[in-house]
């Protein structure tokens, strides 16, 4: 149990673009979401923790304009990178917390790469 | 902010060699830790946690150390194999305030096995 997919895994657009990245828990309910972005070689850096029916809670620096996060069911979570540019190329990667186990464990999904033109 | 890093960026064993990769946390508000492996190209999975209230777990080929006192934490895989060449990050969970919830990854261990 425990799997998260995402949706596209590769994806390449035009700067200036939108692109949508889905994130689906499969096997179990997921109150809660997260969005990370990860650089080559770098660490994951926490973008905003997504709340299934309120609105995501973004860390500082990420622009929730730039970054819109919709969590509309138990299941589902998307990341729409709004105009992207350039510098918005990364690998994007969601995690989800099970919503009726204990603990705190994220599951992570195998991640989007972004490459924008 | 408070970040949870690395000893040492690199690892290389032989198979079949036993290895153990650190990690320094400095949040002594954080109560849970977990054990990421991340293969290139993909998402980190799960290997093991272990709860602020204990100082050692043991998984398949796998064991944590929590010491709390120096704020250390290790992983530890017996009998490495090249499958487990990875990169393994740590991470911590704080215990409270705004930051409840969260993960902190810390910078990552390039782990290396030679056949």
């Known amino acids: 149990g425990a799997v998260v997919s995402q949706h596209p895994s590769r994806v390449i657009c035009k700067s200036g673009t939108s692109v949508k990245i889905e994130c689906r828990s499969l096997d179990f309910q997921a109150t809660t979401m997260f969005w990370y972005r990860q650089f080559p070689k770098k660490s994951l850096m926490l973008m905003a923790t997504s709340n299934e029916g309120s609105k995501a809670t973004y860390e500082q620096g990420v622009e929730k304009d730039k970054f819109l996060i919709n969590h509309a069911s138990l299941t589902l979570s998307t990341l729409t990178v709004t105009s992207a540019h350039p510098e918005d190329s990364s690998f994007y990667i969601c995690?989800?917390?099970?919503?009726?186990?204990?603990?705190?464990?994220?599951?992570f999904g195998p991640g989007t790469r972004l490459l924008v033109l | 902010g408070e970040s949870v890093g690395l000893h040492l960026p690199t690892l290389s064993v032989q198979e079949g060699d036993n290895s153990i990769i650190n990690c320094a946390y400095s949040?002594?508000?954080?109560?849970?830790f977990i054990w990421y492996k991340q293969e290139s190209g993909k998402g980190p999975q799960f290997i093991i946690d272990?709860?602020?209230?204990?100082d050692k777990r043991q998984g398949q080929r796998v064991t944590v150390l929590l010491n709390k006192t120096v704020k250390h934490l290790s992983l530890q895989i017996a009998a490495t194999q090249p499958g487990d060449s990875a990169v393994y990050f740590c991470?911590?969970?704080?215990?409270?305030?705004?930051?409840?919830?969260?993960?902190?990854f810390g910078q990552g261990t390039i782990l290396t096995v030679h056949p």
């Open positions: 991470a911590e969970n704080s215990a409270g305030g705004t930051s409840y919830g969260k993960l902190t």
């Open positions: 995690s989800a917390k099970r919503a009726t186990l204990p603990g705190e464990t994220q599951y």
């Open positions: 949040n002594s508000a954080s109560d849970y």
């Open positions: 272990i709860r602020s209230n204990m």
